[in-house]
Each structure stands twice: as structure tokens, then as C-alpha cells.
């Protein structure tokens, strides 16, 4: 069982949201303080408050009065959430800037959750789309669908699905989506987040540290997905979530040092939008094959946008769910074979081979060519990351001339090869 906190409140504060909603009036003082808290909780991460503002709340709830007042329980991460959220100390204050912000902003429309920023993804993982080459793919997208009447919109590879979150609005509202994945880690997080939002958070642990990390990656180990056990799906999910930001390169196995109480507080707005997207989502675990058959055969007379992220050519060991191989060639073959007129395909790949490889640049273009260079290509390419020692490539391939392109033939080929990507 979780801990609980105590908290007392004058009467004179539950007075105050009784007169703000009315349905609240029939009920006992210590419901009424519950349902503020856990309004207050559910929505200051869905747009954050200005510093400006908070400080104003806190001044506000420092003059009501601390007298004989309510005894009740709440959960103690919760409030040790919102302690560090509004800066204040005690558990009392806490409630009184819970109540204050209710007041305030009840009914609002200050919380609105909108589109993610360009900025705000889940987690940051090898291969994870971010910065420059998530615009790149999000532009992309938005050319497609504008220039196109796309009814779904498909992933067969949706990882950390940061694409899929940002993707372009109003274009994406009716288009039914479909995310994949191989990887029961994944696909079990994102169910949760889908049918469980609330479950995940309040069991998602409120402190950052070595001690609740280790307990983690042991969660993850002893539970064998997948299950029924709606429990189970929700410990293994926090554990998969908690390991994967707090640790170093996303290995899920070492603690990061600098990682604190905030990292996991400064995501739960961008996790409540992500949850809020997926409402009407097919998320599946297969092979992408089997899935993407399945959806072609669903969609045959519609027209479908494709969005792939596959494993990098010569880093196909790294993916868990790859052990078995991964078949570039045939993977292209399919996406080939689709009339362009019905089906359009974005892919991303990156083009530079791993530091320390004992492949080359040239070997990963090689593949690339083999498979997509043609009449019906088309390629972009931008910087993934730009260092002193490594420099990072990222392309993307499609059968659709979006903005940004340019047709995949000989020419580009031999002018990659001679300039590479310096």
C-alpha cells in the first residue's frame, strides 16, 4: 500500500470550493479537499503556470488562516509533487495552493492540453526522432497530408512514437492511426498510457534515485510480459518509463547521476498529452509483415500514409526485437511495391555508420541505393547531431516529392559519394 500524508485544513478553505461548485455542496469537507487536489494535480501539468502566477497562488494561500481545521489522508507522492511544483515545504500549504488554483482556474480554459511543442518528447533514445530531424519528418508528413487524402496513417516501427505525437493538426484529427511495434516493452507502456493514464502516474514513483532505480530494473525482470494482470501492466510499464529516462543512453541499467525529482515531474504534461492523443489509436505488437498486410488489407481502396523507422543499416543488433535479422532489402521491396497513387511511404534512415564500425559511410549508401535509388524515389537528408569527433547523417526516402526533396537518382547518388556529408 502507498503511503499517505495527513494534512489538516481550516473549514473556512473547503467554504471557499463549495462556493465554486455547486455540485460539491451535498458532499463531506474531506471529499471536497480530495476532488480539489486531485483536480489541481491532474491539470497544472497540462499547460504549466507561469512562475509569475504560482508565486501569486502562493502568496494567496499563506494569508488563509491555519486553525482547528479537516484531518484527511492523500497520497504521498502526489504531494511531494506538488510541493516541489508550487516551492512550498509543508503539506498544509500545499492544499491551500491546491484550493486556490482550483478557485481560480476551474472551468477555465487555461488547461487545455494542444499539440506538443517541437521540444517536448517522451524520452530521449537511440534513434528517437528529435530537433532538426523531427521537422524534417514532421514538414514531410504535413506536405503528404496536405497534398494528399490520407484516411490512415501507419507505423510499423513506432518506438518511442515521437513522430506520431507530433504530428501535423488539423491534418491528422480524422485519420484513423495505426502504431506497431515488436517490442512488448513498448507496446505495453503505450496501452497503459491509453486505457490507464491515471494508474501509471500515481504509480510512477516521485523520487529520483539509485535505490528506487535498482527496484525498477528488477520490476522489469520479474514481470513477463505479455499479461492479463492489469496490475502487472501497470509496475511494468512505470519500471520500463523510469529506467529508460532516468538512465544513462537509455540502457535502462545505470542510474543517471544528475537525474532528479523534477526530470519525471517536468515530463508528466508532455505523457498527459501523449495519453490524450492515443485515445483512438490500434497500437499492436507484430512483425511488420504480418502488420502491414493486415492494415493494406483494411485500407485496399483508401489512401494510406506510412511512416517507418526501422532498424539503421549495420546497427540491427542493438534492437531487442531484431535478434532474428532484420531484411532491409525486403522491407524496401514491399514499400516498392505499393501503387504510389494509393500508398505513400516516408522513411527514415540514418546514413552515417556508427563511430568505431567497421563499416563506412559508403557501405550504408550502398545499401540505400541497392534498394531505393530509382525513377520513383525521392531523398532529404539533414544533420542528426554535429561533433568535434562524429558527425551524423539522417535521410529520409520517399515515393512522394515532398517539400524538401529531390528525385533519388544516379546524379544525387555519385555527388553523396564524392562530397559526402561533410
Same mark, same amino acid.
Given at each position: 500500500?502507498?503511503?499517505?500524508?495527513?494534512?489538516?485544513?481550516?473549514?473556512?478553505?473547503?467554504?471557499?470550493?463549495?462556493?465554486?461548485?455547486?455540485?460539491?455542496?451535498?458532499?463531506?469537507?474531506?471529499?471536497?479537499?480530495?476532488?480539489?487536489?486531485?483536480?489541481?494535480?491532474?491539470?497544472?501539468?497540462?499547460?504549466?503556470?507561469?512562475?509569475?502566477?504560482?508565486?501569486?497562488?502562493?502568496?494567496?494561500?499563506?494569508?488563509?488562516?491555519?486553525?482547528?481545521?479537516?484531518?484527511?489522508?492523500?497520497?504521498?507522492?502526489?504531494?511531494?509533487?506538488?510541493?516541489?511544483?508550487?516551492?512550498?515545504?509543508?503539506?498544509?500549504?500545499?492544499?491551500?495552493?491546491?484550493?486556490?488554483?482550483?478557485?481560480?482556474?476551474?472551468?477555465?480554459?487555461?488547461?487545455?492540453?494542444?499539440?506538443?511543442?517541437?521540444?517536448?518528447?517522451?524520452?530521449?533514445?537511440?534513434?528517437?526522432?528529435?530537433?532538426?530531424?523531427?521537422?524534417?519528418?514532421?514538414?514531410?508528413?504535413?506536405?503528404?497530408?496536405?497534398?494528399?487524402?490520407?484516411?490512415?496513417?501507419?507505423?510499423?516501427?513506432?518506438?518511442?512514437?515521437?513522430?506520431?505525437?507530433?504530428?501535423?493538426?488539423?491534418?491528422?484529427?480524422?485519420?484513423?492511426?495505426?502504431?506497431?511495434?515488436?517490442?512488448?516493452?513498448?507496446?505495453?507502456?503505450?496501452?497503459?498510457?491509453?486505457?490507464?493514464?491515471?494508474?501509471?502516474?500515481?504509480?510512477?514513483?516521485?523520487?529520483?534515485?539509485?535505490?528506487?532505480?535498482?527496484?525498477?530494473?528488477?520490476?522489469?525482470?520479474?514481470?513477463?510480459?505479455?499479461?492479463?494482470?492489469?496490475?502487472?501492466?501497470?509496475?511494468?510499464?512505470?519500471?520500463?518509463?523510469?529506467?529508460?529516462?532516468?538512465?544513462?543512453?537509455?540502457?535502462?541499467?545505470?542510474?543517471?547521476?544528475?537525474?532528479?525529482?523534477?526530470?519525471?515531474?517536468?515530463?508528466?504534461?508532455?505523457?498527459?498529452?501523449?495519453?490524450?492523443?492515443?485515445?483512438?489509436? !490500434? +497500437?499492436?505488437?507484430? =512483425?511488420?509483415? @504480418?502488420?502491414?498486410?493486415?492494415?493494406?488489407? #483494411?485500407?485496399? &481502396? *483508401?489512401?494510406?500514409?506510412?511512416?517507418?523507422?526501422?532498424?539503421?543499416?549495420?546497427?540491427?543488433?542493438?534492437?531487442?526485437?531484431?535478434?532474428?535479422?532484420?531484411?532491409?532489402?525486403?522491407?524496401?521491396?514491399?514499400?516498392?511495391?505499393?501503387?504510389?497513387?494509393?500508398?505513400?511511404?516516408?522513411?527514415?534512415?540514418?546514413?552515417?555508420?556508427?563511430?568505431?564500425?567497421?563499416?563506412?559511410?559508403?557501405?550504408?549508401?550502398?545499401?540505400?541505393? !541497392? +534498394?531505393?535509388?530509382? =525513377?520513383?524515389? @525521392?531523398?532529404?537528408?539533414?544533420?542528426?547531431? #554535429?561533433?568535434? &569527433? *562524429?558527425?551524423?547523417?539522417?535521410?529520409?526516402?520517399?515515393?512522394?516529392?515532398?517539400?524538401?526533396?529531390?528525385?533519388?537518382?544516379?546524379?544525387i547518388a555519385i555527388l553523396m559519394k564524392k562530397q559526402g556529408f561533410a
Amino acid at each position: 500500500m502507498k503511503s499517505k500524508y495527513t494534512v489538516r485544513i481550516n473549514q473556512e478553505i473547503s467554504d471557499k470550493v463549495v462556493k465554486v461548485e455547486s455540485k460539491l455542496k451535498n458532499c463531506t469537507t474531506c471529499f471536497i479537499l480530495k476532488t480539489t487536489v486531485d483536480w489541481t494535480s491532474k491539470n497544472i501539468f497540462k499547460t504549466k503556470l507561469k512562475k509569475k502566477t504560482i508565486n501569486k497562488i502562493v502568496e494567496k494561500a499563506e494569508k488563509i488562516p491555519s486553525k482547528k481545521g479537516v484531518c484527511f489522508r492523500y497520497d504521498k507522492d502526489v504531494i511531494e509533487r506538488l510541493k516541489r511544483y508550487f516551492d512550498v515545504n509543508s503539506n498544509t500549504e500545499v492544499i491551500k495552493c491546491c484550493i486556490i488554483t482550483f478557485i481560480e482556474y476551474y472551468n477555465s480554459n487555461k488547461f487545455t492540453s494542444g499539440q506538443l511543442s517541437s521540444r517536448e518528447y517522451l524520452v530521449s533514445r537511440a534513434g528517437a526522432k528529435k530537433g532538426i530531424v523531427l521537422n524534417l519528418v514532421e514538414n514531410a508528413n504535413k506536405d503528404i497530408m496536405h497534398k494528399k487524402d490520407i484516411s490512415a496513417y501507419v507505423e510499423p516501427f513506432m518506438g518511442t512514437a515521437n513522430v506520431f505525437a507530433h504530428l501535423p493538426q488539423p491534418e491528422a484529427n480524422c485519420v484513423k492511426k495505426y502504431l506497431n511495434d515488436a517490442e512488448c516493452d513498448i507496446v505495453n507502456f503505450f496501452k497503459v498510457l491509453q486505457e490507464d493514464f491515471d494508474g501509471f502516474i500515481n504509480a510512477l514513483p516521485s523520487e529520483a534515485n539509485p535505490e528506487v532505480f535498482q527496484q525498477m530494473v528488477l520490476t522489469r525482470k520479474t514481470i513477463k510480459l505479455p499479461t492479463r494482470s492489469k496490475k502487472k501492466q501497470i509496475a511494468s510499464a512505470v519500471a520500463f518509463y523510469y529506467t529508460l529516462l532516468l538512465s544513462y543512453y537509455g540502457d535502462m541499467q545505470s542510474f543517471r547521476k544528475e537525474a532528479t525529482s523534477k526530470t519525471l515531474d517536468n515530463k508528466i504534461n508532455t505523457i498527459r498529452k501523449i495519453a490524450e492523443l492515443l485515445e483512438d489509436v !490500434s +497500437i499492436s505488437k507484430n =512483425d511488420w509483415e @504480418y502488420f502491414l498486410k493486415k492494415i493494406m488489407k #483494411k485500407h485496399e &481502396n *483508401e489512401k494510406v500514409l506510412i511512416y517507418a523507422d526501422p532498424p539503421y543499416i549495420f546497427t540491427e543488433k542493438m534492437y531487442d526485437a531484431s535478434k532474428k535479422g532484420f531484411n532491409h532489402k525486403k522491407f524496401g521491396k514491399t514499400l516498392l511495391s505499393y501503387d504510389p497513387k494509393r500508398v505513400t511511404f516516408l522513411l527514415s534512415y540514418r546514413a552515417t555508420a556508427r563511430k568505431k564500425s567497421k563499416y563506412t559511410n559508403a557501405d550504408v549508401q550502398a545499401v540505400l541505393d !541497392s +534498394i531505393y535509388m530509382g =525513377d520513383k524515389s @525521392y531523398i532529404a537528408f539533414t544533420w542528426a547531431s #554535429k561533433r568535434k &569527433n *562524429e558527425t551524423q547523417v539522417e535521410v529520409l526516402i520517399s515515393n512522394f516529392d515532398f517539400q524538401g526533396s529531390v528525385p533519388y537518382n544516379d546524379e544525387i547518388a555519385i555527388l553523396m559519394k564524392k562530397q559526402g556529408f561533410a
